[in-house]
């Protein structure tokens, strides 16, 4: 007889199994990256290339519902009404998971965000007409320069799966690569790499960071940069650490800095805009764009040249000249 250990595992093997079926299909497709239910039972998905789309599956909210709470169930936690929300990573497909059930929704609803299994090159993305032959060969160069390069987008623009191609980019050197994220996205073949998973409270963003000093590395790769650990970053790229890379979410290329500005005042009273200009190289912003095949865009790649009376100084890769941009406030989320 096996051990009880293993009877009750494998029965929550069995119950996920039997939860999962109705989205079964598109868990294990790797094109599809979103999985997303909404309180009227519909199911949705976001497709590579296709876009996001209704399945014309529905599902019953009862069978929702179980979903979430096995997946509570599976992180020694649970949902009611007094905790009505959930984040969690999927077990087995490694997805992560942000649940809620009423009262703060009318049905219960989720979303799964699935790493990405399909690792596309600059190549790939050219090919696709994402991207300019020119600007790929611009970003090869600023990789292999050891430029620190910010990807900024809106949720759901790409950004994490074209970081996995610079990525490409940067496993063709001899770098030591040290990888932060919060959920197992990135993706790098370099030989000699560390990939470091928060898990905040008890590890948050800030600590991973300060202790990757302590661990030798020649590039420090954030998969989203967010909250006070910006200013940590800043600093690492500033004192030695060139050629890192991060994602953060904005609507242009220059909000992308304003958002690192605001993210830096969690910690201080005044960002520090000098430390920003000078430590961020290059700034690639993508967006959906339902009018290209391929549903994505690069829509905007530029040189941070510095800061001046409260503009940033940049320069745009597709045009000659300078330009400088007006702060102003954005709504980035």
Not at 210 to 222: E, G, H, K, Q
Not at 302 to 325: A, D, L, P, Y
Request: hydrophobic share 40%; with cysteine; charged share 25%.
């Amino acid at each position: 007889m096996p051990p009880a250990k293993d009877v009750a595992r494998n029965r929550k093997i069995e119950a996920f199994d039997i939860a999962l079926d109705p989205i079964i299909e598109y868990l294990n497709n790797p094109a599809i990256i979103e999985i997303m239910v909404n309180a009227d039972g519909k199911v949705w998905v976001d497709e590579i290339q296709s876009g996001m789309y209704f399945t014309e599956k529905v599902m019953m909210p009862d069978d929702v519902e179980r979903i979430i709470r096995l997946l509570a169930a599976s992180i020694n936690t649970e949902v009611n009404d007094k905790s009505p929300s959930l984040s969690a990573k999927l077990p087995g497909w490694g997805a992560r998971v942000q649940a809620s059930i009423p009262p703060i929704v009318s049905a219960p609803v989720f979303s799964f965000r699935k790493p990405a299994k399909v690792v596309f090159s600059l190549t790939d993305y050219v090919d696709k007409g994402i991207l300019s032959e020119s600007d790929a060969q611009f970003l090869r160069q600023a990789v292999l320069d050891k430029k620190n390069i910010l990807v900024g987008g809106g949720t759901g623009s790409g950004k994490t799966t074209f970081v996995n191609a610079l990525l490409q980019e940067v496993a063709l050197t001899n770098d030591r690569i040290y990888i932060v994220e919060d959920n197992a996205e990135l993706q790098c073949d370099a030989q000699n790499k560390v990939e470091i998973l928060v898990h905040p409270p008890i590890y948050t963003h800030q600590r991973a960071i300060m202790d990757a000093l302590r661990f030798r590395p020649d590039r420090i790769i954030v998969g989203e940069v967010r909250d006070g650990a910006a200013l940590d970053m800043l600093k690492a790229w500033n004192t030695g650490h060139p050629g890192g890379i991060a994602t953060i979410h904005a609507n242009t290329t220059t909000s992308m800095l304003d958002r690192l500005s605001q993210l830096c005042e969690e910690v201080m009273p005044h960002a520090p805009r000098y430390l920003i200009a000078e430590a961020i190289d290059i700034c690639v912003h993508i967006r959906r764009a339902p009018e290209s095949p391929a549903g994505r865009l690069i829509s905007g790649i530029v040189e941070v040249i510095g800061e001046e009376n409260g503009h940033w100084k940049t320069r745009s890769v597709q045009h000659n000249g300078f330009t400088c941009e007006p702060v102003k406030a954005q709504n980035v989320f």
